[in-house]
């Protein structure tokens, strides 16, 4: 099973960037599917964005334009762009993994949740 640590988060003024980590603790050659997900305070969990290995890739109507997601397979890791970061982008963002994007449209992992890194868009 792969563990996957999540790092990059902070405090950052609004129209500021950030770019989150995913580093997994195994091969993520395999993986169809890899996102990131948020959870603002109060709020439910949201998929921001997903990409395949293959290169496809989706984003929360929010996002677009500002995040882009990729993939390093030789360094087993995710990373998540983040620019012209807003207040409403304030939350604790979660990478994982599914079978298909779809399958992580609808929550389905085949991994667990790691510890989230913290974003805090103010200033």
């Known amino acids: 099973q792969v563990r996957l640590v999540e790092s990059g988060g902070g405090l950052v003024q609004p129209g500021g960037s950030l770019r989150l980590s995913c580093a997994a603790s195994?091969?993520?050659?395999?993986?169809?599917?890899m996102g990131w997900y948020r959870q603002p305070p109060g709020k439910q969990r949201e998929l921001v964005a997903a990409?395949?290995?293959?290169?496809?890739?989706i984003f929360l109507d929010s996002v677009k334009g500002r995040f882009t997601i990729s993939r390093d397979n030789a360094k087993n890791t995710v990373y998540l762009q983040m620019n012209s970061l807003k207040p409403e982008d304030t939350a604790v963002y979660y990478c994982?993994?599914?079978?298909?994007?779809?399958?992580?449209?609808?929550?389905?992992?085949?991994?667990?949740w790691g510890q989230g890194t913290l974003v805090t868009v103010s200033s």
């Open positions: 195994g091969s993520i050659f395999s993986i169809p599917a």
């Open positions: 994982n993994t599914g079978a298909t994007i779809a399958a992580m449209s609808n929550y389905k992992f085949l991994e667990g």
């Open positions: 990409i395949t290995s293959g290169g496809s890739i």
